[in-house]
């Protein structure tokens, strides 16, 4: 699987928005981009993922590159809730292959 | 949106005792359930692919012996750590992937296994 680079950790104010980049510039064409996020003893759960276009749920946003080689995502209003550690994971969509994590950015959010 | 339910949430054991740990799909059938391991201020690392109805597929370094993995039913698979020791102590997380095509991964919320 290509492998994604994200800084380790990242602090922001509360209610500003939060700019998580990262990484993945041996991505190939059918690899989709996934974030997750797992809040403290807590399992990971799913944020947002794309593949080409910049996408938007109610959680985030993702902006992905002209070339795909990285990835931003974006929390519009960070809250003390959001403090997490957040994963962003290249899948094949292909198969049942489990996620392979990396070391992920610790979101620190400051009130 | 699907939900995998994992118990318990913490365990205290004593060392050379057994522990199981559950995950149950709530309202979709997972015919694969993957398992990971966390160490405190580290990444989830996989463990074990569970597939129903046939033999776990176990990653490198990890003891098929000690961490036994059964998956009956299309709900249901168990991770048993077999002969606990102080080491094996971990926060435990089952998943299943949702669906076909490019959906998300569901992540129960992880077991704390503490072995005295």
């Given at each position: 699987?290509?492998?994604?680079?994200?800084?380790?950790?990242?602090?922001?104010?509360?209610?500003?928005?939060?700019?998580?980049?990262?990484?993945?510039?041996?991505?190939?064409?059918?690899?989709?981009?996934?974030?997750?996020?797992?809040?403290?003893?807590?399992?990971?759960?799913?944020?947002?993922?794309?593949?080409?276009?910049?996408?938007?749920?109610?959680?985030?946003?993702?902006?992905?590159?002209?070339?795909?080689?990285?990835?931003?995502?974006?929390?519009?209003?960070?809250?003390?809730?959001?403090?997490?550690?957040?994963?962003?994971?290249?899948?094949?969509?292909?198969?049942?292959?489990?996620?392979?994590?990396?070391?992920?950015?610790?979101?620190?959010?400051?009130? | 949106?699907?939900?995998?339910?994992q118990h318990p949430s913490r365990v205290i054991c004593k060392s050379?005792t057994s522990v199981k740990i559950?995950?149950?799909?709530?309202?979709?059938?997972?015919?694969?359930?993957?398992w990971?391991r966390q160490f405190?201020?580290?990444?989830?690392?996989?463990?074990?692919?569970?597939?129903?109805?046939?033999?776990?597929?176990?990653?490198?370094?990890?003891?098929?012996?000690?961490f036994?993995?059964?998956?009956?039913?299309?709900?249901?698979?168990?991770l048993t750590v077999t002969?606990a020791h102080p080491e094996d102590s971990s926060f435990y997380i089952?998943?299943?992937?949702?669906?076909?095509?490019?959906?998300?991964?569901?992540?129960?919320?992880g077991t704390r296994l503490t072995v005295v």
């Open positions: 699987d290509a492998k994604t680079t994200q800084p380790n950790s990242m602090e922001s104010n509360e209610e500003e928005p939060v700019h998580l980049p990262c990484n993945h510039s041996t991505i190939s064409g059918t690899d989709y981009i996934h974030w997750y996020r797992q809040l403290p003893s807590q399992g990971p759960e799913y944020v947002i993922h794309g593949l080409t276009s910049n996408v938007n749920n109610r959680m985030a946003s993702l902006a992905i590159a002209e070339d795909r080689k990285s990835s931003t995502l974006i929390l519009h209003r960070a809250t003390l809730r959001d403090a997490a550690v957040y994963y962003c994971i290249l899948i094949r969509n292909s198969g049942n292959t489990p996620l392979v994590f990396g070391k992920g950015t610790r979101l620190s959010v400051i009130a | 949106g699907a939900v995998v339910s050379g559950e995950c149950r799909s709530l309202d979709f059938q997972a015919t694969t359930m993957f990971y405190p201020k580290q990444s989830l690392m996989l463990m074990a692919t569970s597939n129903e109805g046939s033999k776990a597929t176990y990653e490198q370094g990890v003891e098929k012996d000690k036994l993995i059964n998956h009956a039913s299309l709900t249901l698979s168990t002969s089952c998943s299943a992937r949702v669906g076909t095509g490019n959906y998300g991964y569901t992540f129960g919320s």
